[in-house]
């Protein structure tokens, strides 16, 4: 029995070895087929990969030939412009110094007894030269002796119509160094008051800022203040006595009537209205004394002129004609000092005249600043 035992179990251990050895060598199998069918796969995406660089390749070579091609036809180009370059550069110097020719011709032009404003108008012209305002500027603005209220003008109008020439040089430092002395720091701080109340809807109501200037609207006290401001410097209103309860409705519609049909001053005149103002108001603060100065400098400065006039200055003979001379002591003022009627020299008031020092007959050309009889 125990014999037979032994033989049962070699022969189940020798059957389950030969299944063990059946199972390995199917799944060996089954993973040598899948190894296989791998390497087919592989071997035709190699394929296909050698062919896709085999195609890149070649494209690659047309698009070398091809950029060769265009390298060849950039350095045609690169030297066409170079050569064109130097022949501009050559032409610009050339411009450059037919520019500062020109401008030394003019300038010593304009320091030579024969000239005449006409005669370098005409010039100009057939020299083809194109006029620009902005180009004047560059020039207008490097006179260092404006007065303030003209370099303020300047200043407004490149701001508002040389938006582009107004950041470069050297309009940007004259704008710049103006903002400086009025102590503004932005461009439109540039624009006088005045001139942003002419733009205002209640500037153009001269009955409105009566009533308002009178208290007759409800208003606050800076409000009425400004509002007889407008009236005076826009309409040269100043009385603010409304007729009242007292006085017949008639009176105060007569009195709106006369402020309604008053015509609104333009810009200039405004300004002109100004500067009489503030020249009253220094004319009025100065002593005797301060006018006998002044006048004093003014005899002295016309002698000047008189000497180089008769050397033949033409400048100095049209300058001339701002001095009138009194007729009680020959004395010559400027006719800024001479609207009073009154000679600070000698004291003379009534009657007396003033005569001209030159006559507009003695002027060779006029300048455009009084009526030419030539």
Known sequence: MAKLLFESDAREKARADAREQHRHAKA???EMAGLRSQILLLKEQLQAKEATIASLKAENEKEI????????GKDQAISDLKEELEKSETALSECGRKADEQLSHIA??????????KVLSQYLKEKKSVESRTAALGVIVSDKSLPQDQRRKLAVEITRHHKEARQRQPLKQFVDEVKSELGVTSDEGLEPDYVRWHRSEASNNPVLLLRRAARLEDTSIEGQRHAARLLELFYGWTNLDVPGLDRSHWERQAM????GALSKRSIEEVERYLKMKSQAEKENKRSKEDWQALVKNDNQY??????????????????LQQYRQCNNCA????RDQTHQRHCHHCGRIQPMEWSPVVKL???PYCLGLFPCSK
């Open 28 to 30: 060996h199998n089954k």
């Open 65 to 72: 030939e091809a950029l060769k091609h265009q390298i060849v």
């Open 108 to 117: 010593s032009y304009v320091g030579c007894p024969e000239y005449d404003p």
């Open 256 to 259: 709106f009537d006369e402020v």
């Open 302 to 319: 016309a002698k000047h002129l008189v000497g180089a006039a008769a050397s033949g200055d033409t400048k100095a003979l049209c300058e």
């Open 331 to 334: 004395h010559v003022s400027h």
């Open 361 to 363: 007959a003695d002027v």
